[in-house]
């Protein structure tokens, strides 16, 4: 079992839809995750961190963490097609990242 | 957000010569640096964590001797492929750990491209 998983895509949505990512981890210990976006050719960039329990809301973008089932999910509102793009979950432990394999996103026009 | 900045962006070598990369932490201190390769749509693959002033930790079946990283200051570290041959071409990437606010938060560099003839 992959210490990071998500979900394996791609994920197609239309334009205007909400764009539900989602990530589990094995580490219980883990303390700090993060969401970076990597477009095509191009290095990830952080989008969202997040340390607590519940939901951290920044523009389109809401992160929601659950230690208790070791869950991590993204959701992107009003997905657009400049949200194209592959997103990578991180999680933080034993003084590293480890990132899933990441999920492709593709929004329509 | 923090700025990490890498040099060069793109470098086309000869196999056989030797490729410094450096990565900068622009407006933060790095205790920690990361250096990663991505082959073509496959993901991250951690290659070493280098802390300043001590000697990096390499991944498994990463050749140390091979990619020899240097942590000399907390806002610079280099990796230097030794040797290079066709089958090192690749994404270069490195990260930067800021722990600015008591959290400690990844930033990349914008990578480096290369490709050995």
């Known amino acids: 079992q992959k210490e990071v998983e998500q979900n394996s895509g791609p994920l197609s949505v239309p334009e205007g839809a909400i764009a539900s990512l989602n990530c589990t981890y094995s580490?219980?210990?883990?303390?700090?995750f993060f969401w970076y976006r990597q477009y095509s050719g191009k290095s990830p960039e952080l989008i969202m961190s997040i340390y607590s329990n519940g939901d951290k809301e920044d523009g389109r973008f809401t992160a929601q963490l659950n230690k208790a089932s070791q869950y991590v999910s993204l959701l992107i509102r009003d997905s657009q097609p400049s949200d194209s793009a592959t997103y990578l979950c991180a999680v933080d432990g034993a003084g590293k990242s480890t990132f899933g394999d990441g999920t492709t996103l593709t929004v329509k026009p | 957000g923090a700025v990490v900045s890498q040099h060069p962006s793109w470098v086309i070598c000869k196999s056989g010569t030797s490729v410094k990369i450096e990565c900068r932490s622009l407006?933060?201190?790095?205790?920690?640096m990361f250096w990663y390769r991505q082959f073509p749509k496959q993901s991250l693959m951690l290659m070493a964590t280098s802390n300043e002033g001590s000697k990096a930790t390499y991944e498994q079946g990463v050749e140390k001797d091979k990619f020899l990283i240097n942590h000399a200051s907390l806002t610079l570290s280099t990796l230097t492929v030794t040797s290079a041959h066709p089958e090192d071409s690749s994404f270069y990437i490195c990260s930067a750990s800021d722990r600015t606010g008591g959290q400690e938060t990844q930033y990349f560099g914008p990578g480096t491209r290369l490709l050995v003839l």
């Open positions: 580490d219980r210990g883990s303390q700090s």
């Open positions: 407006d933060f201190q790095a205790t920690t």
